[in-house]
């Protein structure tokens, strides 16, 4: 079992910058592949970006890529999600995640947190 929780939500104005957190307990997370996803007021659930368990492989759905970055601290047992050139598009509820194996679908993820709320002022 993981047991995650994210922080560092808030609100921030459009080209800003906000920096999230995800602590995990229990089973160390180094153990897991971790993911960001986030999922906007009726839409669906979106991959933001993924980390290898080590942290050397990372990779990104198109909405962000040059603009967000996932980093990991096994050490301290939390994946980060650094979010620059912020838009009004990525508001939304933030969830870190836990995979057996690499994946961009939400399905195959087998821990969540509660989730922070990002909102982005235009």
């Known amino acids: 079992q993981v047991h995650l929780v994210e922080s560092g939500g808030g609100l921030v104005q459009a080209g800003g910058s906000l920096r999230l957190s995800c602590a995990a307990s229990g089973r160390t997370s180094s153990s897991y592949r971790m993911a960001w996803f986030r999922q906007a007021s009726g839409k669906e659930r979106e991959f933001v970006g993924g980390i290898s368990r080590g942290g050397d492989s990372t990779y990104y759905g198109d909405s962000v890529k040059g603009r967000f970055t996932i980093s990991r601290d096994n050490a301290k047992n939390t994946v980060y999600l650094q979010m620059n050139s912020l838009k009004a598009e990525d508001t939304a509820v933030y969830y870190c995640?836990?995979?057996?194996?690499?994946?961009?679908?939400?399905?195959?993820?087998?821990?969540w947190g509660q989730g922070t709320q990002v909102t982005v002022s235009s």
């Open positions: 995640a836990a995979a057996t194996r690499l994946s961009m679908r939400a399905p195959d993820y087998d821990y």
